[in-house]
């Protein structure tokens, strides 16, 4: 289990790297009231959860793109930082990318550019705790704008779910994570809605 945060809502992992933006928007919490709830993997007070968290998605990162697993150490003052992150790439994710409006500064975070002996380029996050997740997942998306997969990544149109997944249609068309689920669940409330106002 590389993508515990994906793996709780049933999805399949977005491809590459794009997998650790898509975990660490997994896990904010969702579902309705009750025993099928996810919690909040980087709550306040969950500091073990998200430490656990961390290290599986940074290893699923690693074997994914190649590089060498790196041993994150998270603090309660990272936890709030990773909330905000993860909040300003869902209302990036929201906005399309598409540039105009008014602008809003989100996180920044540094990285390295490495030129290989074999002249291929490289981004290497930098820092420690929230910083380097905020280094590395940033990094991972701006490789999927620049390799134009960065718009497949999306949020369930559902509210209570708001689960982040990897739109694999053919045109790009999916605005649910689960046809079955959250697509029925819409289609019954806006025939619902029609026949009420139709009555």
């Known amino acids: 289990m590389n993508w515990p945060a994906t793996e709780r809502h049933c999805l399949s992992p977005a491809p590459g790297g794009l997998a650790l933006v898509q975990e660490l928007l997994n896990t904010a919490p969702a579902g309705r009231p009750g025993p ?3 919690p909040d993997l980087l709550g306040d007070g969950a500091l073990g959860a998200a430490q656990e968290w961390a290290d599986l998605a940074v290893r699923g990162w690693a074997g994914e793109t190649g590089r060498p ?12 930082k990773l909330r905000c992150l ?9 906005a399309g990318g598409g540039g105009g409006g008014d602008a809003v500064r989100f996180t920044s975070a540094p990285v390295v550019v490495g030129l290989a002996g074999d002249g291929t380029l490289t981004v290497e996050p930098e820092g420690a705790g929230a910083r380097w997740l905020a280094s590395a997942a940033l990094a991972e998306g701006l490789l999927a704008q ?26 790009n068309s999916g605005v649910w994570h689960s046809v079955r689920g959250c697509g029925n669940a819409a289609h019954l409330r806006a025939c619902r809605e029609r026949r009420r106002v139709r009555a």
């Open 146 to 171: 620049a390799s134009g997969v960065w718009r497949r990544l999306k949020i369930c149109r559902n509210p209570s779910c708001a689960a982040a997944f990897y739109d694999r249609s053919r045109n």
């Open 86 to 94: 993860r909040d300003q790439v869902r209302r990036a994710l929201a």
């Open 36 to 38: 099928a709830d996810l």
């Open 69 to 80: 697993d790196v041993h994150l150490v998270l603090t309660e003052e990272d936890l709030p």
